[in-house]
Every structure is written in C-alpha cells, then in structure tokens.
C-alpha cells in the first residue's frame, strides 16, 4: 500500500565521514607541511563522524559561498585563475608561422586521440574517413589552447582558457535600463519612455539616484504610517500642510524611514515613501528572524523597549513597531512602550533601536573574550 | 563593607567612560579592589594597579611594583584604572548597583540560574542584554553571575554591568 517505505537504510556515519586514506595522505603531503597535517589530522580526530552526521549543518555565515563546493576541482566559470607561480622564461618569443602550424596540428592530433569523434559521425563520414566531425570540438579547443610561445625548450603551453565569456549578471526587465552597473546614466533618458505603473515619474529620480529598478521599487513594502495635520503660525494667517512618516523595507534585513511634509495628501505620501526608500539601511538580525537581545530607546518621552524572542513566537507588538517589524524581515520579537505613546516617536525610537544593537561579536572583540554561539555551535540551531 | 562607596564607583567609572578618559582613579579599599580585579578579568577594564596621588607610568605599568601600603600613606593610595574603547564606544558604557545601602539583596544558586538565563527572579531583572554582566560578593570573593552558578555559589549581589 506504499505505507511502507522502501529507500535503503543510510550508512553508518562512520562510512559517510571516511578517515583520510593513505593515497590522499601522500597527496596532502604534496601541499601541507607536516606540521600543517599534523594538525589537520588533529582537527579530523576532534570531531566524531557520528557527530557530524547527526550536528553538521551546512554554513550560512557572512564567510559561507553561495553554492555548494567542497573545491576538488577547478571550475574555470566559477573559480578565480590559480595564479601562474613559474618562473618567466627570457628567451620566449611568438611562434613563426610554420611553428604555429605544427603547434596547432600536434595539438590537434592529441587531442583527437584524447577524445575521438562520436561513433555516429563515423557512420556518416564522407570523403576523409580520418578528418570528418560534425562538432568540430576538438577544432575549436586547438584553436584556443594550442601553444603560441616559443621558449627556450620548446613552445610554453597555454594557461587554462574560459570557454563562457562574461554574461551580464542582472538584466532589467523594465525594457529600459536608465542605469548602468558603475551608476552611470546610458543614453536613453527616463522621460522619453513612460513606464504605465509610473506615469508621473514620482520614482525617476530616485531611480536615477539609487539604480533601483521599477520592479526593485515595488517589490519593496513600503508603508505610510503616520499622517497628520501641521501648521505654521505666519503673519498672513495659519498655513497648513500635511505631515506623512513613512516606513520601507525588503522584508530581509533592510529598513528606512522617510518624512515628508506638503500641501498636498497624495504628492506628501509619494515623497514620504521615495524618502523611506532611499534612507533604507541594513539592521542586524540574529538568525536573521530575530534581534540580539533586548534594545532600548528613547526619543523625546517614548521609551521603546524591544525583546528577542524564541522561533515561532512571532511578532507580538502594537501595529507601528509590527509593520516595522514585518517590513524588515524580523518574525520574533516582543516590545513595550511603556511611557508616551506618540506614533511619529514611536517609529523613530523602534528605528533608533533596531540600528543601536549590540552585536555580540563586537561586544566579544572589545572586552579580548572568546564567544561562542552555544544554540548554533553545540545545538546545530534545533532547539 | 560600605554600600555608597561602589555606588560612586558605579557612577564615576560612567561619568570617564563618558568623558572618553583613558586613565581613572577611585579611592583603594578591599572591596574595590576585588570588584575591579573581577571587572578586570571581564575584560572591561585593561588596567588595575595600586598607586599614590599621582598615576604610575603608562610604559611600566606592567612591570610596575606598588608601594607596600603603611599607616601613613593609607590614607592617599587610590587604584588606578584603565578604560577600554572599542569601535569609538565605551567597552564599559553602563554601571548600576543592585543592591543598595538601605535595601541589600541575597540570592542562592537557583535565582542567580535564573537571572543568568535570562529571566527575572524576585525583584531582579535577567541578564537580557547582550554581554551583560553581574557582579556577586560571596564567601569566595567577588565574582560574576556565571561564574558563582557554574560553582554553585549564591551571595549578595553587587552590580550590573554592560
């Protein structure tokens, strides 16, 4: 009935975590000094396999790579070029074009040896039997990779080549990129495409300024959280205009708060959230779901005192420092505002204390203490 | 064993690290010097040395031998103190009594667990801040929270420190 399930038993910790054999030993031995295996191999003892089976957890820290890669092979795509530590030879020189030639077809034979044609191609051959291949692989390897420099005791095989040339990382999908890579302007301006989710250009300059894309902008969350009424007090009568605060973030670890004050609602709102946009900062988060430790601040007489909580506590705090929270990405957190509860000083202090946390590395370097993450290091962050 | 001397201590070390000074004194006693030897071995200060009126030389101080304490210079010895910074910010930003001269506060093992995971117990707040730290007069000398619970040791509680 399928209840049962069939996958083969895993393998005792002991055969996934093999000790190092005497082949790879002697192969170490290549690269480390025997000091430096001594202790590798102390290292290797340390840790029982039994405990990295069940403990080991794959690194997600600021040091961590974004793929996997345990570096046995050279990847010429991904991997920087291993620097080329031979001495240079004196006598090196471009080849004539008959050594060119005989480089190029020596290069060409090994590598048809190497790896000879499909058998299919075989089948279809025409004409030379000896020279017929529908991919021209090798062609195009010996072409790039044949030996061009000739030195003092024969021609100087060429580095590694990289096959894939660059591919732009990002492309817009807004159909017109206004800016580039290095931030500066390419030639086709914003005003003369108009982009229909942004028909009065409110995020122009703020595209201009920051390089974010139409697409970046609104998938930010970004909030208008408090609005009111100001006046100033003139000799021609009272003039009024409208104060908005409002919040920005990418819902994983950046947040902004912008204020705008205007005549008009709907102009003062936009302003408040491109000011929100462009003030975004990154703000520390433990496990990137919650703060480190308990933060306090105040801002004229709000007191707002934030808390870390466990995971799956959730967010448990009065709708400002909720929106705050969610807009940067926090999902445990406790808080108390014991004192005012002003909204436009709430938001700031909340601000003010997300930025003021301590970390506990930094905290560690100044006292020249050691510090261990006890849930992550000894728990595997299970409990 | 006087209350209001540490208090000072509390709100003298604040007011240098505020004042951003490198070098501070406060009046030597007994207790002092075992609450700043344990801050000290916190790593929040860099320096604890015995000394007269004036401070003894920054190059030699660790090779610096104090002068035997008599009757007649007892009263003008005073500990000079180190203040650490780091990334523009006091090591030592936040300094304040437990108990207080009128209202001394005891704690066992079980309450001083308590506090040290974090969580309050009778009218003391846990240790929720990060590197907080809180410093216990026992029978054993003057020591951190963590240390008198992973010894099993309760006492008076003095001060926290952050």
């Not at chain 1, 590798?40 to 405990?51: L, V």
């Not at chain 1, 003062?268 to 988060?285: D, Q, S, W």
């Not at chain 1, 436009?344 to 970390?359: D, E, F, H």
Request: glycine share 8%.
């Amino acid at each position: 009935m399928g209840l049962i399930d069939k996958k083969p038993p895993k393998p005792p910790a002991s055969e996934l975590f093999r000790p190092y054999s005497d082949e790879e030993k002697a192969l170490l031995a290549k690269k480390y000094t025997p000091e430096q295996i001594r202790a590798i191999e102390a290292g290797e003892g340390a840790i029982r396999p039994e405990e990295l089976d069940q403990q080991g957890v794959i690194r997600t820290d600021i040091g961590s790579l974004s793929y996997l890669d345990d570096f046995r092979h050279y990847r010429s795509v991904i991997d920087k070029k291993p620097p080329d530590n031979t001495p240079v030879d004196p006598n090196a020189r471009f080849m004539t074009e008959d050594e060119l030639a005989t480089s190029f077809s020596e290069y060409y034979d090994k590598l048809k040896k190497e790896n000879p044609p499909p058998p299919v191609s075989r089948a279809m051959r025409e004409g030379d039997p000896e020279e017929f291949d529908p991919t021209r692989l090798n062609f195009w390897r010996a072409d790039l990779e044949s030996p061009r420099y000739m030195g003092t005791n024969g021609p100087i095989p060429s580095g590694p080549n990289l096959f894939a040339p660059a591919i732009p990382k990002k492309i817009s999908i807004d159909g017109n990129k206004m800016v580039a890579e290095n931030g500066t302007v390419m030639e086709e301006d914003s005003q003369s495409v108009v982009d229909p989710r942004d028909p009065d250009g409110i995020y122009d300059r703020l595209r201009k300024q920051t390089g974010l894309t139409l697409d970046d902008i609104f998938g930010l969350e970004s909030k208008v959280v408090v609005q009111h009424q100001v006046t100033n007090q003139t000799r021609l009568g009272r003039v009024r205009s409208m104060y908005c605060l409002a919040i920005a973030g990418n819902k994983n670890g950046l947040l902004g708060i912008g204020q705008a004050k205007g005549q008009e609602a709907g102009n003062t709102m936009a302003l408040a959230k491109v000011n929100a946009i462009r003030n975004m900062k990154p703000i520390p988060r433990y496990e990137e779901r919650t703060i480190y430790g308990d933060v306090e601040a105040k801002v004229s007489a709000v007191k707002v005192k934030l808390m870390a909580r466990p995971p799956g506590f959730g967010v448990r705090c009065q709708y400002l420092i909720f929106e705050m929270a969610r807009a940067a990405g926090i999902h445990d957190l406790a808080a108390r505002v014991p004192r005012s509860r002003n909204k436009m000083n709430t938001v700031k202090a909340t601000y003010s204390a997300l930025m003021k946390q301590r970390i506990p590395d930094e905290v560690a370097r100044g006292r020249g203490k050691k510090l261990v993450d006890v849930r992550k290091v000894y728990y595997a962050g299970l409990v | 064993m006087s209350l209001v001397n540490v208090a000072h201590i509390c709100s003298h070390l604040q007011n240098a690290s505020k004042a951003r000074l490198g070098l501070t004194s406060v009046p030597s006693t007994n207790l002092h010097l075992s609450l700043l030897l344990a801050l000290q071995q916190s790593g929040f200060l860099s320096s604890v040395t015995r000394g007269g009126l004036t401070p003894p030389q920054i190059e030699d101080l660790s090779s610096y031998v104090p002068d035997p304490v008599t009757q007649s210079n007892v009263a003008t010895r005073r500990l000079w103190l180190g203040l650490k910074y780091w990334n523009n910010e006091p090591v030592l930003s936040e300094m304040k009594m437990i108990s207080k001269p009128t209202r001394r506060i005891w704690m066992d093992v079980e309450g001083l667990g308590k506090i040290v995971r974090g969580s309050k117990a009778g009218y003391v707040q846990g240790l929720t801040k990060p590197g907080e730290c809180l410093y216990v007069s026992t029978d054993k000398g003057i020591m951190e929270s963590r240390d008198c619970v992973e010894r099993k040791i309760g006492g008076m509680l003095l001060c926290r420190v952050l």
